[in-house]
C-alpha cells in the first residue's frame, strides 16, 4: 500500500496525459480532446477510483504503458527513462 501512496503523490496532477491520444503506426500524438472525465477546473480525473472501468480505455501506469510513450517529457513518472518518446501535438 506504501508503495502504491508513493508511485500516485508522483503525479502533479497536470491532466496533460488525460487528453485523447492517436497512435500512428506506434507513434502516440496528444489531441486538444480531453477525456469526458477529466475535470477541467481541478485537472483531476473525476472518476479516479474507477476509471479503468468508467473508461476501459485509460491505460495504467505499467512500465509496459510508460514505454509507449503515452505521457509528457516532463512527467515525473518518464523522467530518466533512457530513450523516451513523448506524445507530440497533432497538427491540425
Ligand atoms: S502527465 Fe504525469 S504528472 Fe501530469 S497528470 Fe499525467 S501522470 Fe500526472
Redesign the pocket.
Known amino acids: 500500500m506504501k508503495a502504491t501512496m508513493e508511485w500516485e503523490q508522483k ?8 487528453f485523447e491520444k492517436l497512435d500512428l503506426d506506434g507513434e502516440i500524438l496528444y489531441t486538444d480532446e480531453p477525456c469526458e472525465y477529466l475535470d477541467p477546473a481541478t485537472r483531476l480525473c473525476s472518476v479516479y477510483p474507477q476509471r479503468h472501468t468508467a473508461r476501459p480505455g485509460c491505460a495504467p ?1 505499467t512500465p509496459e504503458h510508460l514505454a509507449m510513450g503515452i ?2 517529457a516532463d ?3 518518464v523522467d530518466g527513462l533512457p530513450n523516451y518518446r513523448a506524445p507530440r501535438l497533432r497538427e491540425t
Open positions: 503525479c502533479r496532477r497536470c491532466g496533460r496525459c488525460c501506469l505521457l509528457p512527467c515525473p513518472y
